[in-house]
Structure formats: C-alpha cells, structure tokens
C-alpha cells in the first residue's frame, strides 16, 4: 500500500482518498442499519416517535416523579411550587439527526499499513451510509489542524455527500500548524459541537484520543449529558506493540510528557503496552461512567464487521 509523503517539515500528504470510495461504502454497509439504534444508559436513545424519559427534541408533558426517573429532567419549578417532585417526558424526534465528528489531524496520518486518516474516513462513510438507510439524519464535524466545516444533518444524502466531499478535500493534506497544540484543537472541536443546539443526538466522535486532555474530557462529559455518545478510537498495531528495533521517542498530550523507549529492550516494550493499554482503559471508563458507549478499531481491521458486530452487541 502506498505510504504518506513528507513535504517539508509540518505538511503530510496521503494516498489519494476519492469520492468514489467513500460511496462504495454503501455496500459494505448493509446489515448495519437495523442494528444502529442502541440502548441508551442515560436515557437519552433516540427512538421513532418513542415517548421516553429522555431529552429529545419536544416536551411531551410534566408529570409526578417516579422511581428510577433521571434526576436531571427533574422540574424544579413545578416541584417548588406544588410541593411534589415533578419531572419533564420528552417525544424524541422521528429523525433522529446523526453527527459525524471526524478527526484528520496530524496524529492521524500514522499507519503500519493503512493511516488512521483514511481508516476514519472508511469508517465515517460507512456509518453514514447505515444512517441514512434506516431514516435518520447525517450530518457532522470535518477537522484537521487548519481546517473545519460543520455539516448540518440532514435526510437522505443531502447531509452525507457534503460530509464525504470534506473528508476527500481536508483527508489528503494534514497540517499541524507551529505553535498549535492538537489538544487545543481538539478542544476547540469539541466546544463547536457542544454549542450547537438540540439534544437527544446521536453523536460519534472517530479520533485516535491521542491529543484527548483533561479539559477535553471534561467537554466529553458535557456532551453525554446532552446526547447518546459514542466514541470509535482509531488505533494502529504499532501504536499498542513496539516492533524490536532501536530508540522510540513516544509523545503526545495524552503522556503529559516525551518518553523514551528502547524498542529492543523487552522491559521497554512491555512498559510502551502498558501505557497505551492504560490510556485505551482511561478512555472507555470514562466514557461508561458518563453513559457513553466505546469502540476501539484499529487500522488493520475491516470497518463493516467491526460496526456489525458493535451494534448487534448492543441491541441484544
């Protein structure tokens, strides 16, 4: 497979990724659809015109409190003025609108065999597709480290082809420009999601993490208590398994620091596995604690299965 080219010291050029590919993912997406809707744990699912304790997109009524009801929906002002605990119901939408959030910054371009740039864009489209089958609305977040645009969700593929064109146009170039750090970037995104209006989304963010700091959790947990969260890491074999070969220098928001490892020392290989298996934990129990869902793919493995396999899981 062709390699990333380097032009000069802060511009990487990758594989051509075209349009033709991102709409061939429509076939791979297929048997995908009826699996997508997932079970919420902080009430926030969207379902077909399902009246749920959830925040969707219209108030339903305000009714007495009950037993397991989410203490966030509670109606303080109703309760304060009859005395009695009362809640909000919510008729979520029968579109549920769909937010892509995709990650193209620096850190994506690395691969052993296929960047993390172009595995997210594959899995991007792929997803996109399956949400549209099945009725929902697409739309989403193309960033790298000059570059966003927001796609606003839409029916059919009047959301999706814009989001295909970004990630063709801002997937061949990624720039980290001097003086920017990717965590703020990422950040930056994230505050751009958290400001748009709605609840009750689906919203899955597809990034590698690795620039994810605490601020950036924190804008994570903020957006689960808004919508139903879903974040797809991008991982590749050579980020979680150091190969046997001389002096790594290993950094990132994520580590706080620069690290040595000696990729020919086993102690050294064993410390790299642990602290990627420390970050990759860090993340999923974050998310699980916010009522978020996770999913870890690497740039080896094949999208469509990965996503079959995720949402039949969790629609059990």
Known sequence: MQ????????TVFLPELNLAQLLACQKQSSGIGANLRMPS??????QHRSTRQGRGMELSEIRNYQAGDDIRLMDWKVTARTQRPHTKVFMEEKERPVQLVVDLSASMLFGSQRSKAEQAAHLAATLGWAIVRQGDRCGGLVFNGTQHQLIRPKARQQGLLPLFQQLCQFAPMLVQPEGRSEAGR?????QLVAAQKGHGNLLVIISDFWSLDLAGKALLR???SNHQLLAIHISDPLEYQLPNSPCYLVGGQALS???FFDGHDKSDRQRYQLLFDQRQQGLEEMLLQ???YYIQLSTTEHVADKLKRFFTLHNK
Request: glycine fraction near 14%.
């Open 257 to 259: 620091q620069t690290v």
């Open 290 to 292: 916010v009522g978020g």
């Open 41 to 46: 744990r902080s009430m926030l699912a969207g």
């Open 3 to 10: 390699q990333p080219t380097v032009v000069g010291s802060d």
């Open 186 to 190: 990422m950040n930056q995104m994230l």
């Open 222 to 224: 903020r957006l689960a």
